[in-house]
């Protein structure tokens, strides 16, 4: 049997009632229709089983239908991650009630970087989404130059982008040492993200305002990548240093892990000894030993409200910068 006719546009205009251009502006999500017309042709389509021309429907609107993800970092496993792993899921929650596609781009290797800027200088996505970016990331600059609307997750340091979601990174820090204090503690260390993400940054920040309201003095810190294997080396220099220490607040859960495995090594009760606080509320904060008392940030609303803003700029409308809430989850190790 020979496969069934597509229909054509003409044939959704005629089952609506409309004219060929008002089912074309329809299709293609232009403004100045009315609700009648939009809705009559969108019952036109369903029943007639249309499909739209991608490449028509491209060369009308000069558009692709796909946004990118890009992350500057140069490891190819990120993605893995499941801080990371949570924001794709955040993004494509969004993007399933729409005709966007998703590209996920590593933009930190100098071949990354290639292809990502020849992409966006020949518009070859309708708009972009960046997390990881780093103090003076020349990705800042090459979006900048293109035009094209672009969101960040996160705020590079030193840089206060037009459109970007964030977490409350500072003041969820703030709650992380003030419960560490609240607890009686008062030789707090931290374990600190990098100084080149924002993130790490106001995490830190949060920790040292926190001390010092509370008329304690910073009692040490050192800065590790997030990772757990960054935590661990972070936490065996701290004892080395502070072999004192009765609290550590810890920038990232996965750090707060490594932290927490050289503490068992080092014979130091958690929490009798040492109270811990991690940051983020990932999976791996439910699987130490003890559970990890850590700061909750809604990531996959983070990746959520990304894309939301991301779909407003494409269409021409304006958005003003999210800031997310976080909130303290108590479990066993504070």
């Known amino acids: 049997m020979a496969d069934r006719r597509q229909p054509t546009l003409d044939e959704v205009a005629e089952r609506a009632g409309v004219s060929r251009s008002a089912a074309s502006r329809v299709i293609n999500r232009a403004p100045h229709v009315s609700p009648a017309a939009r809705e009559a042709v969108e019952r036109a389509i369903k029943e007639l089983g249309y499909l739209p021309n991608r490449t028509a429907r491209a060369l009308a609107t000069q558009q692709t239908g796909i946004v990118a993800l890009a992350v500057s970092h140069d490891d190819p496993q990120l993605f893995a991650d499941p801080f990371y792993a949570q924001v794709i899921v955040g993004v494509s929650s969004v993007l399933e009630d729409t005709d966007l596609h998703l590209l996920l781009c590593l933009a930190s290797s100098v071949r990354g970087r290639s292809r990502l800027t020849n992409l966006l200088r020949t518009r070859g996505v309708d708009g972009i989404m960046l997390m990881a ?112 220490l009765d609290g550590v607040f810890a920038a990232s859960d996965n750090m707060a892990a490594g932290a927490l495995r050289v503490l068992s090594a080092a014979g130091r009760r958690v929490p009798a000894d040492v109270a811990v606080v991690g940051f983020d509320n990932l999976g791996i904060a439910q699987r130490t030993e003890p559970p990890l008392t850590t700061v909750h940030q809604s990531i996959q609303a983070l990746g959520q409200e990304m894309t939301r803003m991301l779909i407003a700029l494409i269409a021409g409308q304006d958005r003003t910068p999210v800031i997310l809430p976080t909130r303290l989850v108590r479990r066993g190790s504070a």
């Open 133 to 244: 970016m780093g103090a003076g990331d020349p990705l800042n600059q090459i979006v900048g130059d293109t035009g094209l609307p672009a969101v960040y997750g996160g705020r590079p340091p030193h840089v206060e982008p037009q459109y970007y979601v964030d977490s409350d990174n500072a003041g969820g820090a703030r709650l992380a040492t003030e419960h560490l204090i609240g607890l009686g503690r008062t030789r707090i260390v931290t374990i600190a993200g990098l100084p080149d993400s924002q993130a790490g940054e106001a995490r830190h920040r949060g920790y040292r305002e926190a001390m010092i309201m509370a008329g304690l003095t910073p009692y040490g810190a050192v800065e590790g990548d997030f990772t757990e294997a960054a935590g661990a080396a972070a936490m065996k220099t701290l004892l080395d240093r502070h072999p004192d």
